[in-house]
């Protein structure tokens, strides 16, 4: 038997409908009226209410003239089981230079004290000012950003791009640089975390 | 489970691994060059230690595409003008998380010019084919190549669809001339599972499973022996050559991580003339 699946039967059929729809399929994916819940990887919708979508000729532009607040929400590459012991493990990440590496803070749903820590480093990385742009990207599919975009515009920043060609469309033109994960985020309580 | 496997399928398609857009090349001298270097600086002393690695020699040479169709299928070749002075070849794709994706040693049956495997590309990177040369140098060589999602990408079936007749193996003879290497085609039946692909309607990674070792040998020589790991394409294409002196015939062996050991014997022809 194969291991009962743990989406609700609803997310998964979303999924299945969107997946069967082309990369760049005029069928747009909705929005959904929270969080998106479901696998973070997947189509997403070409719009975020609140927050306006940009691509990387425009995080480019938005770089060089209002230095906006860049949030990678790109997952920590996983260590598999059963690779050789003594073998060589060794991650690396690349993104746009000068990014916040948050990752897991596209989760559809984030544990009360996740949203605190996420509340209080885009506050400090801001200057608690709501007009500074910010920019959520992580990899193309990715609800992460998507997921992340919300909560900021739920935040009260008006000023919320989204990039959702993320990464891949960012190297094509231009330099990345190695990020670590945000120590301070990373750092957050995590009694609730681990699921 | 048949609509949970009809839906991988189907899912596959949205996580092909393709990206292609306009886009100028890899950019000049910076900051970002600089961080590349550092990361090979790292990597190599963790595999070779303080040996010496020399760049800008000949004895080496990568072919790659500078922009892959499939980051999960990227074709590399390694040419080897110097073959008979070589007597390993280290592949390895700095930016993988398991950056050391391929160790060959040659045998006595080798023949070192040409050799070519296909492997998983996770981000743009660095590709570096280290020589290790018959009297103890190394020599390396570089290659850049824009390919994104190799490591993760789904294999587009389910589990059970992938590892059918795993362990199967074909071989391909090129064309035989007396006395002239011969050009074979090794391909063998494995998903090769990286460990970080994830069934998107589960949501459960599919645990690594990936050929750690595979040794080829003519008669009673080696032409060489290859350590491998999930940085191999899934379903393994090596292309390599030997020298066919003796009747053969040519021995495959290969292992996995998780205890599987397959072997076959192919008789080789002898040349036409």
């Known amino acids: 038997m194969r291991p009962v699946l743990r989406l609700p039967i609803v997310t998964a059929a979303a999924v299945f409908l969107t997946a069967a729809a082309p990369a760049d399929s005029p069928v747009g994916v909705r929005e959904p009226d929270g969080y998106w819940q479901g696998a973070l990887h997947g189509y997403t919708p070409q719009t975020l209410a609140g927050a306006t979508v940009v691509d990387a000729g425009e995080v480019a532009k938005l770089i060089q003239e209002h230095k906006p607040v860049l949030l990678d929400v790109s997952e920590i590459d996983r260590k598999p089981a059963g690779l050789p012991p003594g073998g060589l493990w060794f991650p690396i990440h690349r993104n746009i230079p000068g990014s916040t590496w948050l990752p897991a803070s596209g989760e559809g749903e984030l544990d009360a004290a996740a949203q605190d820590a996420l509340k209080a480093r885009v506050a400090d990385l801001t200057g608690g000012d709501l007009e500074r742009p910010i920019v959520t990207y992580c990899h193309p599919d990715c609800w992460g950003s998507w997921n992340l975009g919300k909560r900021l515009v739920a935040l009260g920043y008006r000023n919320v791009h989204w990039f959702p060609q993320g990464i891949e469309g960012w190297q094509d033109g231009h330099d990345t640089a190695v990020s670590r994960p945000d120590a301070r985020w990373a750092a957050r309580p995590k009694s609730t975390v681990g699921q | ?273």
């Open chain 2, 1 to 273: 489970m048949a609509s949970s496997r009809r839906t991988t399928a189907l899912l596959a398609g949205l996580t092909l691994p393709i990206l292609i857009a306009a886009g100028s090349a890899h950019a000049a001298a910076g900051d970002s060059d600089n961080q590349r270097a550092e990361r090979w600086g790292e990597i190599k002393q963790q595999i070779f230690g303080d040996a010496k690695i020399q760049s800008g020699g000949k004895a080496v040479k990568i072919d790659a595409p500078k922009r892959a169709d499939d980051a999960s299928l990227v074709p590399i070749t390694l040419t080897v003008p110097d073959k008979d002075n070589v007597a390993e070849l280290s592949l390895i794709i700095d930016d993988n998380p398991t950056p050391y994706a391929a160790h060959v040693v040659f045998g006595p049956a080798a023949d070192p010019s040409e050799l070519k495997l296909r492997v998983r590309v996770n981000n743009y990177t660095d590709v570096h084919a280290v020589a290790k040369m018959k009297d103890g140098t190394f020599q390396e060589a570089t290659e850049y190549v824009k390919a994104s999602g190799g490591c993760s990408a789904p294999m587009g079936m389910s589990d059970e669809e992938a590892m059918q007749g795993m362990g199967d193996m074909r071989m391909k003879f090129g064309e035989r001339q007396p006395g002239k290497p011969v050009q074979a085609t090794l391909m063998i039946r494995h998903p090769n599972f990286s460990g970080m692909q994830m069934n998107q309607v589960t949501r459960d990674y599919t645990p690594a499973r990936y050929i750690q070792k595979i040794t080829v040998s003519y008669g009673e020589k080696s032409v060489f022996t290859m350590d491998g790991d999930i940085s191999i394409s899934a379903n393994p294409v090596i292309n390599f050559g030997y020298l066919p002196d003796g009747a053969g015939p040519m021995k495959v062996t290969a292992t996995d991580n998780q205890g599987g050991h397959w072997e076959k014997s192919f008789p080789v022809r002898s040349a036409s003339n």
